[in-house]
Nanobody, 128 residues
Framework: LQLEETGGGKGQPGGALRLSCAVP????????MGWFRQAPGREREGRSCVDTRSASTQYADSVKGRFTISKDDAKNMVYLQMNSLNADDTAVYFC??????????????????????WGHGTLVAVSS
C-alpha cells in the first residue's frame, strides 16, 4: 500500500497548514484513514481519523477544534487542515490506513496493538 503525504513545512504559531495524502483505491478495504504524528524523542501518536465509508471523524483531545480531517473520494485524497498551530504540533506527520472497526479508538490504534499502513511522512515545524 502506497500513501504519499504532501503539504508539510514551516508554520507560524497561530497559523495554519494543510496536509494532503494521496491514497490508492485499495484503501476502501480499510476501516479508516488517519493522521498520526511523531515528535522528536516521542512515540508515534494518532491525532485524527475518518471512517472510509461514513466519513465520521475522530480527534485526539489535543487537536479538537483546531484540526479538521476530510476525504475526497473522487480525488482519492485525505486532508488534514491544521489551524491555530503551536510548537507542540511540531512533528513528522504520517498518513495512515487503519484496520480498526471502532472509530472511537482509531487515534489510539497503536496502544491497542493495531499497526496501520503508513506513508513516508511529512515534517511540520512550528516556530516564530
Amino acid at each position: 500500500l502506497q500513501l504519499e503525504e504532501t503539504g508539510g513545512g514551516k508554520g507560524q504559531p497561530g497559523g495554519a497548514l494543510r496536509l494532503s495524502c494521496a491514497v490508492p483505491l485499495i484503501t476502501l478495504e480499510y476501516d479508516a484513514m488517519g493522521w498520526f504524528r511523531q515528535a522528536p524523542g516521542r512515540e508515534r501518536e494518532g491525532r485524527s481519523c475518518v471512517d472510509t465509508r461514513s466519513a465520521s471523524t475522530q480527534y485526539a483531545d489535543s487537536v479538537k477544534g483546531r484540526f479538521t480531517i476530510s476525504k475526497d473520494d473522487a480525488k482519492n485524497m485525505v486532508y488534514l487542515q491544521m489551524n491555530s498551530l503551536n510548537a507542540d504540533d511540531t512533528a513528522v506527520y504520517f498518513c495512515a490506513a487503519v484496520l480498526i472497526p471502532n472509530l472511537a479508538i482509531c487515534t489510539a490504534a497503536l496502544r491497542h496493538g493495531v499497526y496501520p499502513s503508513w506513508g513516508h511522512g511529512t515534517l511540520v515545524a512550528v516556530s516564530s
